[in-house]
């Protein structure tokens, strides 16, 4: 840090030295053009108001090197910061020198920096280069929905974020086609992907069974369709257009037959068959 100090100011005392330097060739050259104009015709009256010369423009590299400056002055997570979202960006790995030229964070001369960056969890160090470290190793859109497909019960959308740049336009794209589900958990307001696979097994907590079963569905169809409409979806079905068309047309609707209570037999094919708690009490003939 001091030696760029020093650079700085060594710098700064030569860009004066040259500007008195230019000053006095100026001031010169602006002398000898008065005692030429003097011996010259009047004919030539343009050199008498000759512009004085643009005075000189320096580079900026005194702004780069004040830039470079306040980045290594900087606390060190800053720096930390700075380093992960080059590597997050870029997905390339790079080395302390490479990593210098990029964002001027000096990791060689900042052992703190260094050390942090090291042991960050998401910074993967070879002993050589730096690369950026996400949690789940994807590449493209095929391993992402072979990685979701081992996640029946889902899994956060937040943990696949940073796996590679384009992920979550392969998310949409996955729920576009219909292989994926993407939906919201109520309690802490983030998206969780489901794979959309008829034969995944999906593990039900008995807290849910009970509130699924204690629902009590109204008995007649319009109000099923108004309480979906309540909640945001739109019915397959309007019941009370159909019954005005009936209506219109003369058809009496059909008395509700009440329906045979089969008995379950060992032929009978259950298609609840995960919820085995239904059928406890239910006696099979022959068992």
Not at 36 to 42: D, E
Not at 128 to 140: A, N, Q, V
Not at 154 to 170: C, E, F, Q, T
Request: aromatic fraction near 6%; charge should be positive; glycine fraction near 4%.
């Amino acid at each position: 840090m001091a030696s760029l100090q020093e650079s700085l100011t060594k710098f700064k005392k030569q860009q004066e030295k040259c500007q008195s330097t230019l000053t006095s060739i100026a001031a010169k050259a602006g002398s000898s053009k008065a005692t030429s104009l003097k011996s010259t015709p009047a004919s030539t009256p343009s050199l008498v108001n000759a512009k004085s010369p643009t005075p000189v423009k320096f580079s900026n590299d005194t702004e780069r090197l004040q830039h470079i400056n306040s980045i290594r002055k900087a606390p060190v997570g800053a720096q930390i910061k700075r380093v992960i979202d080059l590597l997050f960006e870029t997905r390339q790995a790079f080395t302390p020198e490479q990593i210098n030229d990029a964002c001027y964070v000096d990791t060689n001369a900042n052992k703190a920096v260094f050390d942090s960056l090291r042991n960050n969890p998401k910074v993967y160090y070879d002993g050589k280069r730096f690369s950026y470290k996400s949690k789940h190793d994807l590449k493209d859109k095929n391993q992402l929905l072979v990685l979701i497909r081992k996640f029946p019960e889902g899994i956060a959308v937040i943990d696949l974020k940073d796996s590679y740049p384009n992920v979550m336009d392969d998310l949409q794209s996955l729920k576009a086609s219909g292989q994926i589900w993407l939906l919201s958990n109520f309690d802490s307001q983030e998206d969780i992907a489901y794979p959309n696979d008829p034969r995944a097994v999906i593990k039900v907590d008995d807290d849910l069974k009970q509130l699924f079963r204690g629902i009590e569905l109204p008995r007649d169809m319009i109000d099923i369709e108004k309480d979906l409409q309540k909640n945001g979806m739109k019915p397959a079905t309007n019941t009370a257009k159909r019954r005005a068309k009936a209506q219109v047309h003369g058809i009496t609707p059909k008395p509700k037959t009440k329906k045979k209570k089969h008995e379950i037999s060992k032929r009978t094919k259950l298609t609840n068959a995960h919820l085995p708690e239904l059928f406890q009490h239910l006696n099979v003939p022959g068992s």
